[in-house]
């Protein structure tokens, strides 16, 4: 019963253009959860992240378990791809990865503007999470996957592209100079 008045209450992140700044925020999203929700749900959901981890761990969701999974499966053909345009060895141990995982990776390494490869990631991030959208919205998984849809949306209104290009520009300097400088 709390998951559907705590969905009921959620605004809606469809349709929402980048200029327009999101409804809600992650914090504001996670205060209403630990009102409603048990302990469990609200641990899972602050160990939710865009990143999984390196080596997989096991959650009660499946849709946190689909979604680590894929997003493990493209960072890791990500890597893979750009290493073989460095012409560097990048060992899988014997993991083999989707190519439809493989694709995406291919196309959004060869896009030249860092800003555009991201954008090009997220909507494809969006749409994978899309595909593991929960048909029942009133259940745990939906609390995760509106949580992981947020965060992506978050995630990119909050790139600068003057920002993202001198630090991309700082770090391309320091690896073709050698030098040890940091990004500012």
Do not use: H
């Amino acid at each position: 019963m709390a998951e559907y008045y705590l969905i009921s209450q959620l605004p809606s992140l469809d349709g929402l253009s980048d200029g327009v700044p999101l409804p809600i925020t992650e914090e504001y999203f996670i205060g209403m959860c630990e009102n409603l929700l048990k302990d469990k749900t609200i641990n899972e959901l602050k160990n939710l992240k865009l990143i999984p981890p390196l080596i997989p761990t096991k959650s009660k969701s499946a849709l946190i378990m689909a979604w680590n999974k894929g997003e493990r499966y493209l960072r890791l053909s990500i890597a893979k791809i750009r290493a073989e345009k460095m012409k560097k060895t990048f060992n899988l141990e014997n993991e083999l990865l989707p190519n439809e995982f493989v694709k995406i990776a291919s196309n959004a390494v060869e896009i030249d503007n860092p800003l555009e490869a991201e954008k090009f990631l997220t909507e494809y991030r969006l749409k994978f999470l899309e595909s593991l959208r929960p048909m029942d919205c009133f259940s745990e998984d939906f609390i995760y996957y509106y949580y992981l849809r947020l965060k992506l949306l978050n995630r990119i209104r909050q790139f600068n592209e003057e920002e993202g290009e001198i630090t991309y520009k700082n770090i391309y300097n320091s690896i073709i100079n050698g030098n040890k400088t940091e990004a500012i």
